[in-house]
């Protein structure tokens, strides 16, 4: 037996299907588009992040950007490196330097506390406050951590060194130890003032630490 049905009758026995049809439809473009927005990352850093003296594509945010790409994963990073920028500059500016619809930070500072002796309680204090206010914000951060000059002394060495593991500790971020690490000290990978990388430089710096960074991404509530 057969039943055909048509006309109003029809199309109102078809309105609960069809409700049910956009509700999943529905969710399932709003999962793809989740899915499509590529990982943000801010890089909040110095002159050592900005790419003193160097084009845009050979700073460290663009060069780790395509690294990571490279690897198969989707994820764009802003450049927030402000030259000669000190600890409390970056929490100076870290609201508008960190945008909402941030998926984590990359946080380089210290360098230039260390090269103007200033107290470490000053950078430690600095950091403390902006990695408690990304957590405020639920934006995890890896830390990139900087070494004191070696010409500071020991005891201001011990002591600025310290920073950076007792925080990351305090804070459950990750650590990279040290930002400048197989690139300190080697005049064929810096510039002629002896302190920032080159282009071939900043490229020891992104191998170096992308497994540290593929580590953060993965950690990410994201992915």
């Known amino acids: 037996?057969?039943?055909?049905f048509?006309?109003?009758?029809?199309?109102?026995?078809?309105?609960?299907?069809?409700?049910?049809?956009?509700?999943v439809w529905g969710f399932l473009m709003a999962g793809t588009m989740a899915e499509a927005r590529s990982i943000r990352l801010v890089a909040l850093g110095d002159s050592l992040t900005a790419?003193?003296?160097l084009a845009g594509k050979d700073a460290f945010p663009s060069v780790l950007e395509a690294a990571l790409k490279a690897k198969g994963h989707d994820v764009v990073i802003e450049n927030a490196g402000v030259s000669g920028d000190t600890t409390t500059g970056g929490l100076e500016r870290l609201d508008w330097s960190v945008p909402?619809?941030?998926?984590?930070?990359?946080?380089?500072?210290?360098?230039?506390?260390?090269?103007?002796g200033l107290d470490p309680a000053i950078p430690e204090k600095a950091l403390d406050q902006i990695l408690t206010r990304l957590k405020a914000r639920n934006i995890p951060v890896l830390i990139a951590g900087m070494y004191a000059p070696r010409n500071?002394?020991?005891?201001?060495?011990?002591?600025?060194?310290?920073?950076?593991?007792r925080l990351a500790r305090n804070h459950g971020a990750m650590l990279y130890p040290f930002f400048l690490d197989?690139?300190?000290?080697?005049?064929?990978?810096?510039l002629a003032d002896g302190i920032h990388p080159n282009p071939a430089g900043v490229r020891v710096i992104v191998e170096r630490i992308l497994p540290t960074v593929e580590a953060f991404l993965?950690?990410?509530?994201?992915?």
């Open 182 to 190: 197989g690139v300190q000290g080697d005049a064929k990978l810096n």
């Open 218 to 223: 993965k950690s990410l509530p994201k992915a």
């Open 100 to 116: 909402e619809g941030t998926d984590g930070v990359i946080l380089e500072l210290g360098a230039n506390d260390a090269l103007r």
């Open 51 to 53: 790419g003193y003296q």
């Open 152 to 165: 500071n002394g020991e005891i201001y060495a011990k002591a600025f060194d310290a920073i950076y593991p």
């Open 6 to 23: 048509s006309g109003p009758a029809a199309r109102d026995a078809a309105r609960p299907l069809l409700g049910i049809l956009v509700v």
């Open 1 to 4: 037996m057969r039943f055909c």
